[in-house]
């Protein structure tokens, strides 16, 4: 392996904002043999996540970015003067949830999932570009179509959709749900 | 229904949940399934039905804005039930079920809360990491292609604008007030966010002219109250909008 691949990856990851593809990484070093430019990453990947440094590379949003490890969030926000970070409503999720799992999805079909009128909601997860308006059905009225966004993944952490909880998992949650109500009354 | 007690007293031992806890009818059914240990493929109607309408019951007065989607839903049970309950010319074929149409629903929806669990987890994770993509490139003052603009350019911008948002064939009437107050909330609570905000972006977003003209003049006040700082790349660019640092950390 070249000497100092490594740690060219490395500065490349530092200089990008947004998480930086593997595909993108080797577009830049085409003057080495791919492998390599894979090998050393995986190489950077282990250094990093076993060194004892307040900060770490993880995979997010298909691509390599740098992160601030999770143990040392209270300092950040203290520094950032961030009380705490908002999180998405119940409401929000849950739509945000029917659209990655039913996209593309119109709105009355999140609505009627729902059984609650989703509009206001679809507004809030747009203006947060975590959905986005893909086009438009081809049904009565000629609805909006809406899908997730390359944003949606960064902000759960996810490499792309497949890696949304699975069946397996959620039918796990459900039957762990199932035991609890079987628990024998006190 | 009515006896039940509009306010709980200190010492009462039984609980009592409020309709706001619950996001729409379908949660309220779950949380009424697994409170009565239903088996979701088989549910007792009637029982459920009773149940859900005592919910309903104790709010103090519907909300028609809020309550409408519960009030359908106990709209659907009673149908249901009736169409149980009434007997039929010909007997209901293998599988057919008045119920389906609801179990599909609920088991659709249950799964969905289930995948809101583990997002809600991953979020959780997600927001304790922090990129360097949080922290916002602030604008130095000296940056010499950096333009602060003047009110002219602002109202230069603003024409253009209105011209543009005149041009849109409006279909959407309206009787919503907008007032500069909470459009400057807005604004500012925007900026807290995203730290700065391309005007020109959040202008378009405006889904009237007359909520846009608000947002112009909120725009306005925020920078003459010194609580903004509006920049222009350059002449007839998009304006982007930071908060002035001085005003953030006296907060």
């Given at each position: 392996m070249a000497p100092g691949l490594k740690d060219i990856i490395e500065s490349l990851i530092f200089v990008?904002?947004?998480?930086?593809?593997l595909d993108k990484i080797k577009e830049t070093l085409s003057d080495h043999p791919p492998a390599e430019v894979e090998q050393a990453l995986q190489d950077l990947l282990q250094t990093t996540a076993s060194a004892e440094r307040g900060i770490t590379i993880i995979q997010s949003g298909g691509g390599y970015v740098f992160t601030t490890r999770s143990e040392f969030d209270p300092w950040v926000r203290r520094f950032l003067k961030i009380d705490r970070k908002s999180k998405l409503s119940s409401a929000s999720l849950e739509t945000l949830s029917i659209v990655a799992y039913h996209?593309?999805?119109?709105l009355s079909e999140i609505s009627a999932l729902r059984n609650v009128d989703s509009s206001y909601t679809i507004k809030t997860l747009l203006e947060k570009k975590l959905i986005k308006i893909t086009g438009r059905k081809?049904?009565?009225?000629?609805p909006l179509i809406y899908r997730t966004t390359e944003r949606f993944l960064a902000y759960f952490g996810l490499?792309?959709?497949?890696?949304?909880?699975?069946e397996e998992e959620i039918a796990r949650i459900l039957g762990e749900d199932r035991t609890v109500e079987q628990a024998p009354k006190p | 229904m009515n006896d039940v007690p509009l306010r709980e007293t200190e010492t009462s031992v039984s609980y009592q949940v409020r309709l706001?806890?619950?996001?729409?009818p379908l949660d309220l059914l779950l949380f009424l399934i697994r409170k009565k240990k239903i088996d979701i493929h088989n549910i007792p109607i009637a029982v459920i039905t009773k149940e859900y309408l005592d919910y309903l019951g104790?709010?103090?007065?519907?909300n028609l804005d809020r309550e409408a989607e519960f009030v359908l839903m106990a709209a659907l049970l009673i149908h249901i039930k009736s169409q149980l309950l009434l007997p039929r010319e010909q007997p209901l074929a293998?599988?057919?079920?008045?119920?389906r149409f609801l179990v599909d629903q609920l088991v659709e929806f249950q799964k969905i809360k289930a995948a809101c669990s583990i997002l809600k987890e991953r979020e959780e994770e997600q927001l304790s990491l922090w990129t360097r993509?949080?922290?916002?490139?602030?604008?130095?003052?000296?940056?010499?292609?950096?333009v602060e603009v003047s009110l002219f350019d602002l109202a230069e911008t603003f024409f253009v604008l209105m011209k543009r948002k005149e041009a849109e064939n409006f279909r959407v009437v309206r009787g919503k007030n907008f007032s500069v107050e909470e459009k400057m909330k807005e604004i500012i609570a925007a900026l807290e966010k995203e730290?700065?905000?391309d005007f020109l972006e959040y202008f378009n977003r405006q889904e009237t002219l007359e909520e846009a003209v608000v947002s112009f003049f909120s725009l306005l006040e925020l920078i003459k109250a010194r609580l903004v700082m509006a920049v222009q790349e350059r002449l007839f660019h998009t304006i982007k909008v930071w908060l002035r640092r001085e005003s953030k950390a006296r907060q």
């Amino acid at each position: 392996m070249a000497p100092g691949l490594k740690d060219i990856i490395e500065s490349l990851i530092f200089v990008s904002l947004d998480p930086i593809s593997l595909d993108k990484i080797k577009e830049t070093l085409s003057d080495h043999p791919p492998a390599e430019v894979e090998q050393a990453l995986q190489d950077l990947l282990q250094t990093t996540a076993s060194a004892e440094r307040g900060i770490t590379i993880i995979q997010s949003g298909g691509g390599y970015v740098f992160t601030t490890r999770s143990e040392f969030d209270p300092w950040v926000r203290r520094f950032l003067k961030i009380d705490r970070k908002s999180k998405l409503s119940s409401a929000s999720l849950e739509t945000l949830s029917i659209v990655a799992y039913h996209q593309p999805i119109t709105l009355s079909e999140i609505s009627a999932l729902r059984n609650v009128d989703s509009s206001y909601t679809i507004k809030t997860l747009l203006e947060k570009k975590l959905i986005k308006i893909t086009g438009r059905k081809k049904s009565p009225g000629n609805p909006l179509i809406y899908r997730t966004t390359e944003r949606f993944l960064a902000y759960f952490g996810l490499n792309s959709l497949d890696e949304l909880p699975t069946e397996e998992e959620i039918a796990r949650i459900l039957g762990e749900d199932r035991t609890v109500e079987q628990a024998p009354k006190p | 229904m009515n006896d039940v007690p509009l306010r709980e007293t200190e010492t009462s031992v039984s609980y009592q949940v409020r309709l706001e806890v619950f996001e729409g009818p379908l949660d309220l059914l779950l949380f009424l399934i697994r409170k009565k240990k239903i088996d979701i493929h088989n549910i007792p109607i009637a029982v459920i039905t009773k149940e859900y309408l005592d919910y309903l019951g104790r709010e103090e007065q519907i909300n028609l804005d809020r309550e409408a989607e519960f009030v359908l839903m106990a709209a659907l049970l009673i149908h249901i039930k009736s169409q149980l309950l009434l007997p039929r010319e010909q007997p209901l074929a293998e599988g057919e079920d008045p119920r389906r149409f609801l179990v599909d629903q609920l088991v659709e929806f249950q799964k969905i809360k289930a995948a809101c669990s583990i997002l809600k987890e991953r979020e959780e994770e997600q927001l304790s990491l922090w990129t360097r993509e949080v922290l916002p490139p602030l604008p130095e003052p000296e940056e010499a292609d950096l333009v602060e603009v003047s009110l002219f350019d602002l109202a230069e911008t603003f024409f253009v604008l209105m011209k543009r948002k005149e041009a849109e064939n409006f279909r959407v009437v309206r009787g919503k007030n907008f007032s500069v107050e909470e459009k400057m909330k807005e604004i500012i609570a925007a900026l807290e966010k995203e730290s700065v905000l391309d005007f020109l972006e959040y202008f378009n977003r405006q889904e009237t002219l007359e909520e846009a003209v608000v947002s112009f003049f909120s725009l306005l006040e925020l920078i003459k109250a010194r609580l903004v700082m509006a920049v222009q790349e350059r002449l007839f660019h998009t304006i982007k909008v930071w908060l002035r640092r001085e005003s953030k950390a006296r907060q």
